[in-house]
């Protein structure tokens, strides 16, 4: 096989404990699946879950005791932080069941949905895409992959982010809407899930903004946490 240029590399994720590397495919992301950052955002939290993508190299990935760095996107004023729970595919599938949902998962990581605010407001307000406040190089920082049999109790883990050591965002993933289980489920019912997808699950309450220079620091407890420095573009 030849190509006309080079094709681009595979990007892949760490996994915590084993030499191989996990393969990214896909990256989807739940919205407003918290409610108290629904009701930030001016909804009530009683909505189906609803879905957007990110491309897969838009991936910042950090290495355990790393601090990776994330460029401050163009366009933009209003540069938020969401910090998430993430969840890969290891076993695809379409129509999967909330029961069987969690079989599907190889493991957990941290990751920041980071958001152009200003840009998907005012594509919000004129009914456009997102894909301009979401879907852009450096959104999706993310750390090491742990096997979901080492991940602990992730489902009423804690998950915070703090910005220069400042709390932003502090919750619990036991408070989300729909959880991941449930996520899969209706994922799966939109798109047939492949091995390597990645799922940011959604993000609590205290999204705000951050400039260059800012360092983002956040956890799930039984994960890798994820350091990010911004810098200037
Ligand atoms: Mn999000």
Known sequence: ??????????????VVGRAERFPVHRIYCVGRNYVEHAQEMGFTGREPPFFFLKPADGLVVVDA???????YPSLTSNY??????????????RNIKAADALSHVFGYAVGLDMTRRDL???MKKQGRPWCIGKAFDHSAPIGPITPAAEAGDVANAE????VNGTDRQRSNV?????????????????????????IYTGTPEGVAAVVPGDTLAGGVTGLTPLTVKIVAA
């Open 1 to 14: 096989m030849s190509y006309v240029f080079p094709p681009p590399a595979t990007v892949s994720v760490p």
């Open 65 to 71: 005791g790393q601090t990776g760095t994330a460029r």
């Open 80 to 93: 938020h932080h969401e910090i998430e729970l993430v969840a890969a595919i290891g076993t695809g599938g």
């Open 120 to 122: 998907q407001n005012e």
């Open 159 to 162: 998950i915070w982010l703090q």
């Open 174 to 198: 036991s408070k989300l809407i729909w959880n991941i289980a449930e996520t899969i489920e209706h994922l799966s019912a939109a798109w047939e899930l492949q091995p390597g997808d990645l």
